[in-house]
């Protein structure tokens, strides 16, 4: 039995030491590797001091990029600045160009006259008009608001030196539509149409009333019966009574109408 003991006893010790055998051969390995790790290889940066400068490298590169980011930032911000003050001075700068030429009398060819348009994105500049005729051209300028012409009106009656600007008083605006409609049946006419005389009638209400009405809005007539003048009226609407007025005599008007022009009016008064 001491003998068996004493057997196994030896097998023990014997697997024991070549386990602690083993187990040098292990360890120094582990302690060749951990000088590699720490001094290098013959003499050559460790791994560890590789991994720390690259890890220094990687943190420079992080910097660079978040100042580039930052520089890219700003340079786009300033950019977009720099192009919307550009859109901006561009949508003021005169580059909406219109021109339109034109015959503005009969005698006269060749389109030598013309209107032309310079306006900003806002529809603010200024319209060129010239008007040629066999003698002279006449050049009017006007300044455009939001894509509106300046309105001026005067009250040559009251204001020959044209002082005072009546566009924007509301006792003229009866005036005012009443020019919009000449002007728009101008911008539609062509030819002799243009020069069509002012649509206005002389008329006798009674025998004892005489008038001037119409389209072509009369601001002021001067009458006369039998060749002699009877009285004016310059205050729509335009009219003055007849005295001793009989059938078959001779009416007769000088009326002004709205665009200036003069119109000469005869009829003869019936059931008088």
Known sequence: MTTYVAVFALVLGYLGLVAG?????????????????????????????????????????????????????????????????????????????????????DDISG????????????????????????????????GVSGGTGEQELYDLRNDPFELQNAAGNPAYAAVKTSLQRLLGGLANCAGRTCRAKPTLKLKAQNCSTALVAGKGDAQEATFYLRGKKIGSDAKPPIRVGLPHAFSGEKLEAVASSLDGRKVSLTRKLRGC
Do not use: C, P, W
């Open 111 to 142: 389109r030598m006259s013309f209107s032309l348009a310079l306006l900003d994105d806002e529809g603010d500049g200024v319209a060129l008009t010239a008007i040629t005729g066999r003698s002279d051209t006449r050049v009017y300028a006007k």
């Open 21 to 105: 055998v083993l187990a040098l051969r292990t360890l120094g390995r582990l302690r060749r590797a951990t000088a590699i790790l720490g001094r290098g290889a013959h003499g050559r940066e460790s791994m560890l001091e590789a991994a720390e400068r690259h890890i220094e490298l990687t943190s420079a590169v992080a910097d660079q990029l978040a100042a580039l980011r930052t520089y890219l930032d700003t340079t786009r911000a300033e950019m977009s600045s720099a192009v919307r003050a550009r859109q901006a001075e561009a949508a003021r700068s005169l580059r909406n160009v219109a021109l339109v030429r034109y015959d503005a009398f």
